[in-house]
């Protein structure tokens, strides 16, 4: 199946599904729900509430009988022990089920007395209803959501590949055997670098025999500066971040001195609970420094509603929603947006909790007026140069301004009758004016000419000052005001509603907040304290999702009540019990995820293993599947030649279809790409229009909200652009044109531009395809030489004139093809 495949469909492709994503049939997608809901240790084993009970009661019964109380019915509460336990009226009787009006209302065929009622659409299963009744005859002991317990390290397992094998000797199945070194190296550069290794990179690894090889390998991609740019991907989908405000106005913002922080952050492995301190609240430390305020540049990311009939203080409550609620996603795994409104109504955080959590961040002076996307508290952030210019342009400024006010001493009695503007202009000191002003100085007082002309030294060199302190990005950051602003609970969420007066609090089901100031700097710490319950797990989580595929619990946005359960929980409990205990340490847990065996494993996967493992769940093998569009882009950039290697700075504009920037914005913003280096650069540094994101990026977050699981699809659609899009037709002619230049004849060269992508050798069968292949583009090309030179003349880049145009065409067909395989566009 993984053989010289397109991905494409129709007449010219066929469209070959991995195993993740192939069709499945009904029974398939069953037998795999019963391996996760089945218990381990057989059906004898009593019922655990958090485990088994709870996520009964959550489905069918906290809708209307669960912490909302404005939507709960017959004044009944199933989600808490006194609620459920209660002694007047008891609906579970402890030790007798066949007593419990629990039981008998879900047993009733009476549409009247039969709960969940008809209009629910919803049927407790004939196991779960034998669950229930097994956990009220052992005594119905009361436990804690999962997620809301402090992880504790497991009394058994000392390793990831301990904890995966142990379950998958329980479902009777064996680990996959270890993937070749080839995959391997291709598998974990991608994974820590974004970048496929480079041939000097392949031939080192493979000439390493030792058993420490592959430890060193992760060890140099662990210290490479390309590490920070491949990790920050899914910390900016995280963050909304985008180099736009959003909404019809979608004016440009600088800040990506923010983007290039979090990149350095994951580079000099910060660790993570002083990344979520700073962040969150870096303007709050004692002494903080530049630095530090502009890592708050992570929760100013939102969005800013310009449109006109918008009111700020509407605007001001959405910026501080999202902030809460950013911060809720990305270290609680809680859905807290729909307590805007209401009481959740499957975990427990009350409308009044949502509100503390806002009120957290309703100090910031920002008052929600106007669309500017520079909107204070900003912090500036210069480049060296940009720094030196300015001060540069600043002392030649200030310079002349001196010889100006010395020339105004003597000219004393001349302005005595000057106008009002001219007057008013006299009074400001010359190194404060502005150019207009200026300007106007030297037109009253042409006639002096030697004041006229150091006026007009000094108004070039005030233009040049400005022009050099505009071109310095201004990052929106945090800060806090004097005076405290008071904070309520808006009725629905609506911003003309205040009711209640609240105070910063958090959720009473976590551990308490102990601070004597409670201010954002108390919560930052609070959710990397040791006693915190949700911030490691969550954590740990959403990396183990970036490097096998899906997370150990799957909704990584949802801890709650309505989310999965972790398919491995004694897993996930090590995992954040050990970041913690490592000092928060991210490239330590990252290098013990991709040493494990679990994740050397081959994705070959057998008919047997996917019918019984369809999502690979149990990780009975290495995830496969289509890799992310941005790396599928760097891949061919950095395999072809043509990436420029540069860290940092201003966003860049590689190519796009003409018309998209301005049908999106009925013509008020228009497309240009850069030319030269820019149209090179990583993805990551590509700009990004909130309103409409770069489009060669597919399956990826559009950056509106905090986003924290990319979708992950599969369809031809994508292949128009990984064959036709300029960048990889271009990469493609540029791989070409390397391979005919540093290798001969055509088996070398077909070797060469295949190990460039694949890093392995084509097998022998795979070789004579690609040489069949090659003799057609070759026949064709000379047969038609002005395809062979419109080819040639795609992208910026010019092709190398020495070359004959129908061979390098040839060649630049046969890579872009390569570009295209199913495996050069999977994670293997």
Known sequence: MRQLRFRGGGRHGRMDFPPEFAPRSLPMRWSFLAILLTPLAGAAEKPDFARDVQPILSEYCYACHGPDAKARKADLRLDTADGALRKMDPVIVPGMSADSEIIKRIASTDDEEAMPPKSFNKKVSAQQLAT??????????????????????????????????????????????????????????????????????????????????????????????????????????????????????????????????????????????????????????????????????????????????????????????????????????????????????????????????????????????????????????????????????????????????????????????????????????????????????????????????????????????????????????????????????????????????????????????????????????????????????VTVNRLWQQFFGIGLVKTAGDFGSQGERPSHPELLDWLAVEFVESGWDVKRLVKLMVTSATYRQSSNVSKELRERDPENRLLARAPRHRLPSWMIRDQALAASGLLVDKRGGPPVKPYQPGGVWEEATFGGKQYTPDTGEGLYRRSVYTFWRRIVGPTMFFDVSPRQVCSVKSSRTNTPLHALLTLNDIQFVEAGRALAEKVLKESKGDAERIESAFCAIMVRAPKPAEATVLKGALERLRGQYKKQPQAAKDLLAIGASKPDAKLDASELAAWAALCNLMFNLDEALSKE
């Not at 329980?170 to 270890?178: M, T």
């Not at 630095?291 to 509407?314: M, S, V, W």
């Not at 958090?506 to 949700?534: I, N, T």
């Open 132 to 537: 229930l009744k097994a956990w009220i005859d052992g005594g119905a002991a009361w436990g804690k959501h999962w997620a809301f317990a402090k992880p504790e390290r497991p009394a058994t397992g000392k390793s990831i590949d301990e904890f995966i094998r142990t379950r998958l000797e329980k479902e009777g199945l064996k680990p996959s055997p270890e993937a070749s070194r080839e995959t391997l190296l291709r598998r974990v550069t991608l994974d820590l670098t974004g970048l496929p290794p480079t041939t000097t990179e392949r031939e080192a690894f493979l000439k390493d025999t030792s058993p420490e090889a592959y430890s060193k390998l992760v060890d140099r991609l662990l210290k490479s500066p390309r590490f920070g740019e491949r990790m920050v991907w899914e910390w900016l989908e995280a963050a909304r971040y985008a180099d736009s405000n959003g909404y019809q106005g979608d004016g440009e913002r600088t800040m990506y001195p923010w983007r290039d922080w979090a990149v350095r952050a994951f580079n000099s492995n910060m660790p993570f609970d002083r990344f979520t301190v700073e962040q969150i609240a870096g303007d709050l430390l004692p002494n903080a420094t530049p630095e530090q305020k502009l890592a708050t540049g992570f929760l100013r990311n939102h969005a800013i509603n310009g449109e006109g009939g918008r009111i700020p203080e509407e605007n001001r409550v959405d910026y501080v929603m999202d902030m809460a609620e950013t911060v809720g996603t990305v270290w609680l795994g809680l859905t807290f947006n729909c307590c805007r409104c209401h009481d959740h109504k499957f975990d427990p955080i009350a409308q009044k909790e949502y509100y503390g959590l806002f009120a957290f961040f309703n100090q910031t002076p920002v008052n929600g007026g106007g669309g500017d996307p520079f909107t204070a508290p900003t912090i500036t952030w210069p480049t060296p140069e940009q720094k030196k210019a300015f001060e540069t342009a600043e002392a030649l400024a200030g310079k002349l301004a001196g010889g100006v006010a010395e020339v105004e001493k003597k000219l004393a009695d001349k302005f005595k009758d000057a106008p009002k503007e001219i007057a008013d202009a006299l009074k400001v000191a010359p190194e404060k004016r502005t150019k207009s002003q200026i300007d106007a100085l030297e037109k009253k007082f042409g006639s002096e000419k030697d004041y006229a002309k150091q006026l007009a030294d000094l108004g070039k060199a005030v233009e040049s000052r400005e022009s050099a302190r505009r071109s310095i990005p201004r990052v929106m950051v945090m800060e806090d005001m004097p005076k405290p602003r008071d904070s309520f609970i808006y009725d629905k969420g609506l911003y003309n509603k205040p009711g209640a007066k609240v105070t910063a609090i958090v959720p009473a089901d976590l551990p308490p907040l102990k601070a004597e100031k409670v201010d954002r700097l108390a919560l930052a710490k609070w959710l990397v304290s040791e006693e915190h319950p949700l911030t490691a797990r």
